[in-house]
Structures are given as C-alpha cells and as structure tokens.
C-alpha cells in the first residue's frame, strides 16, 4: 500500500473523529449507555458506519451524511419522547414493577421474562437478600432494577436520630 | 485453510497492537465512561474487523486505528490541561434539580422528562422527591443526588448525638445498650 493513501487513510480518520466528536456533543449526555438499550445500540451503529469511509471505501460524505441522518432521528427521538409522553412510552417503553410489598408479581415477571433466580440475582446486586425488605422493585427502561426499601429496613437517616429538632418535617 | 490462517495472523496482529496502545494510552483515556469514550472504542473495535477479515490491507488498518487512538490521546490530556478545550470536547455537569427545585430549562436542554428523571431517582434509592436538595447530570450521563438535611444517610457519629440525647431524656445504662 501505498504511502500516500494510508496519509489520506489517517487524514479520513481525523475528519471522522471531529464529526463524531461534534455529534455525540450535540445528542446529549443521554446520548450513549446509561439511558435505554436503544440509546446504546444508536452508538453501536453510528460507530459501525464509520469503517468504510475512513478505509476509503465508500465517499467520505457519504459516510458522515449516513452518521448525521441516525444522529437526527435520534435526537428527533428523544425531543418528541419529552414533549410528548405517549410516544415516550410507544418507543421507550414503561418501567414495570415486579416487587409491590415484599410480594413477588408473577404476570409482572412473566412480562418481562424475568425468572425467579435472575430477579434475586438483580436484588443481590441491590444489596437486599430478603425480599421482605422490598417496598418496591421497578424493571426500567434501561434493564437495571431500581429497589426501594420498606422504611424498616430502609438506611438510618440523620432525622431517624435526632427527630426533636426534625419534628414537623415528618422525621 | 489459507485464509483461516490469514484470519488468524491478522487477529493476532491486531490484537497485539491494541493492547500495546490501550496500555500506552492509560486507564483515564479509554475507559474513563463519558459518551464520547464510549464512541472512541466502538469506533476502534470496527476499525479492527475489517483488518481481521483481510478487507482492509493491514497496514491501512493499523494506521487508522493508531491515528484514532493519538488524536483521542491529544484531546483528553489537552483537556486535562484546558479548561476551555474541556468544555468543547466534554459536557458540563447540568443541574436537573436546585435547592430542591425542578430546573424545568435544564430538562428540557437534556431532554429528560419528569417520568425519566424518577426513573434515575429510584435508582438512587429515593421515592420522594422532596428528599432532594441537588441532582447533577454528570458529562457521563450519570445522577448524582445530594439529600435535604435530614433525609442524608446518618454516620457512626450520629450514634453519639442520639446516646447523648437518650441520657439526656433519662435513660439507664442498660436501656442505651439495647
């Protein structure tokens, strides 16, 4: 190969960075992972268009136009899913609650195909081995399990200890 | 039986100069967990499939692998060193509730509706949102939560406050070990 085309090889790759760099600022910190698994799976498939250009194998516009139009239907995406709540949830889905009052919700399991031994699994990682403790179990969006104790087993909070001068506050 | 072994070569190769250049570019730089270094990984281990598939010469493949990796290296350590250079290439914290208030502005900036926001509450553990004095969007899209006096975790050495307030209300030696 020669010299030359690997000098445009790296001068294609700096062009992509910088683009990529300006998308993923515009999209957002809920751009990439922490928010749904589409969000993740956009940043999958924004960073797998890029190959080709930067190889040369495709026109190098026609790569960064492929990125911006996933980049704008995301962004579309998530400025509708904010004004508008219903299409959130046509394209987000709901959070599901499988733990109400320490008692499993089989259908809400079922829902969501979540078996028994995953479920304690993601309590564990809640730090919760008794499902007692549970005030509420959620299923959200992003597949993580979000636990909210019953207030016994919930942590000691500074008004629990000195409630004299937290009366009033509902301590 | 040829090409299988090509595929091997080629995955060897590339396998050895990305760990040659992850380890030369440290943990803060790949791994730090904000967007765009999640963008910068995936971006590499696309660039690699094409080398391990012999669709790309390989030296094409590494030059473009190891041009990403230096510019990213160049960017993140400038960052480190310019404030300004750090605010273009990475988000600032935003605040999505104040002195308990909700930063209406903010949410709509990032595009988190309330539903998404108690989303992100629950998994610090809180139900009420009253609980909560400040919550950040940190740049790696995370929540951080500081709670309302009163509602924050208590500490070992609140124990002494409340043991100190018992005696005070009159209480024996034994009722306290209870």
New interface residues.
Partial sequence: ?ELQ??GL??G???I??VF??IV??V?????????TAFDLIV??I???V??EP??G?VPLLQGLFAIIVVAALHYAN??L??HF?SF?KLTGGK?RVVVENGQLLREALAAERLNELELASLLRENSIDNIEDV??A?L???G?L????TPAAR????????W?E?QG?G? | MESLLRIAANAAIAYVYLLVIVRLAGKHTIAEGT??D???A??I???T??IVFS???V???L??IG??AV??LL?VSGAARSPALDR??E?RA?PLIEEGALMHRN???????T??LD?ML??C?I?VRGDVQTAM??????LTIR?M??????QKR??A??SQ?LKSQGASQDELCE
């Fill in positions: 190969m085309e690997l090889t790296a294609r790759t700096i992509v960075y990529v760099l993923v600022r999209l957002g910190k809920r751009a990439v992972g922490n928010f940043a999958f924004i960073s797998e890029v190959d930067i190889y194998n998530s400025f899913g904010f709540p959130d959070p005030a509420q959620t959200e969006t992003n993580r979000s636990v909210l104790k942590e000691l909070e500074k008004r629990d200890l000195h004299t937290c506050r301590g | 967007p765009f999640l963008v910068v995936l971006l281990s696309d660039l499939g094409d669709d790309v010469p030296e094409q493949g030059v473009a041009t990403l510019l990213h960017v273009l290439v988000p935003t949410l709509e900036f990032e595009r988190i509706n539903s998404e989303v629950r998994e553990g139900d969007l940190e740049p790696s899209g995370v709670r006096p009163g509602a924050e975790p208590a609140d124990r406050r409340l307030y």
